[in-house]
């Protein structure tokens, strides 16, 4: 069965420093995998996705995601964080031709200026 | 685009009252979803419909829950009756992947926060 883990419920970095949160997945195939980013109050936005090609996929608000299929891996990444990048961010892994969408618990981001 | 429109953003209730949540999805959109978000079970899908159809209902908690999709521009999800376990915050979110709907991603609403006294 699909599952997601971010082992990371919350993490705290310095405005300006940089980012990983971790996600690691479990799929019998190549999955479709999302991050997304949910401020307070507010639904989950899209941030990046990965289906093929390009391990490396680069997303919104400078954000970039790796999927490592060795490590069964696709942590999001970002070489310098911005006070306004405090959130909520979840990965999600899908299966090719369906609709389902597996997300994981959420880390919660927390930048001190 | 207007984006998932969810209402009401807010509900407060009591124990055994009948609940509806509305969903309009992003004009186009073939795919549906209802999801359920607390901080002990995080983000659980409830029901997706495809073209105005049902297509999985099995996260749907109890025969409490009822989710109807009459056209493609609305959807209700009902709970009848209310229970205070019930309350969380529920999200719809939409997609119009022509392969599927994992390839765009989902498109999510607001969400509705839910409580029920």
Same mark, same amino acid.
């Given at each position: 069965? !699909?599952?997601?883990? !971010? $082992?990371?419920? #919350?993490?705290?970095?310095?405005? %300006? ?7 690691? *997945?479990? *799929? %019998?195939?190549?999955? *479709?995998?999302?991050?997304?980013? !949910?401020?307070? &109050?507010? %639904?989950? +936005? ?6 093929? &090609?390009?391990?490396?996929? !680069? %997303? ?10 060795? +490590? ?9 964080? #911005? ?10 892994? &899908? ?8 997300? &994981?618990?959420?880390?919660?981001? +927390?930048?001190? $200026? | ?29 073939? /795919? ?25 209902? /099995? ?34 979110? /939409? ?19 839910? /409580?029920?006294?």
């Amino acid at each position: 069965a !699909q599952s997601v883990t !971010q $082992p990371d419920i #919350h993490i705290t970095v310095s405005e %300006g420093a940089s980012l990983e949160l971790r996600c690691n *997945y479990s *799929y %019998g195939a190549t999955p *479709y995998l999302f991050w997304y980013v !949910q401020s307070p &109050g507010q %639904g989950l +936005q899209l941030l990046l996705k990965y289906f093929s &090609g390009d391990t490396l996929v !680069q %997303g919104i608000k400078g954000f970039e995601a790796e999927f490592k299929r060795s +490590q069964s891996s696709f942590n999001l990444r970002k070489p310098s964080v #911005h006070w306004s990048d405090a959130a909520e961010y979840f990965c999600a892994v &899908g299966a090719r031709n369906t609709d389902k969408l597996i997300f &994981g618990t959420g880390t919660r981001l +927390q930048v001190f $200026p | 685009d207007a984006g998932v429109i969810q209402s009401p953003r807010h509900e407060v209730t009591e124990m055994g009252q009948e609940v509806t949540l509305r969903c309009k999805p992003i004009s186009g959109h073939n /795919s549906l979803f209802w999801y359920r978000q607390t901080m002990m079970r995080g983000l659980e899908l409830l029901i997706y419909f495809n073209n105005n159809v049902p297509i999985d209902d /099995s996260g749907m908690p109890e025969d409490r829950f009822s989710a109807k999709m009459p056209n493609a521009s609305f959807s209700t999800l009902k709970i009848q009756p209310s229970e205070p376990r019930d309350s969380a915050v529920y999200f719809c979110a /939409s997609t119009g992947g022509a392969a599927g709907a994992i390839d765009e991603g989902l498109f999510f609403g607001s969400g509705t926060q839910l /409580s029920v006294l």
